[in-house]
């Protein structure tokens, strides 16, 4: 998935937040410092072999398809014996 947005986002938008000829900076000028705020801390983000592991892992754990099979231990303990598997479709939200 690293791979994936660095050869898909590198660079995107441009200094003037243009996304080749298309974009731009289209905010009221009281927000421009928040954004100017949140364009450093993605930077910082893209940058960072820690976030795109976290990122992938979430991605597979909690989004898309298949979803995981989980054991539910303290169910199937609770119930008396029966081995139960949680098909968590309910993670598939995105």
């Known amino acids: 998935m690293a791979d994936y947005i660095k050869r898909n986002l590198t660079g995107l ?3 003037r937040g243009y996304f080749g000829a ?3 900076r289209f905010v009221p000028e009281t927000l421009m410092p928040a954004l100017d705020e949140l364009i450093v801390a993605y930077q910082e983000a893209m940058a960072d072999p820690a976030f795109h592991q976290e990122l992938a892992h979430l991605q597979r754990t909690y989004t898309g398809r298949p979803t995981p099979v989980t054991y539910a231990r ?3 303990e609770h ?3 029966a081995q139960i598997y949680l ?3 309910d993670l598939a939200h995105t």
Do not use: A, I, T, V
Request: net charge neutral.
């Open 13 to 15: 938008p441009d200094e």
């Open 22 to 24: 298309f974009g731009g």
């Open 74 to 76: 303290r169910l199937s």
């Open 79 to 81: 119930l008396g014996g």
């Open 87 to 89: 098909k968590r479709e």
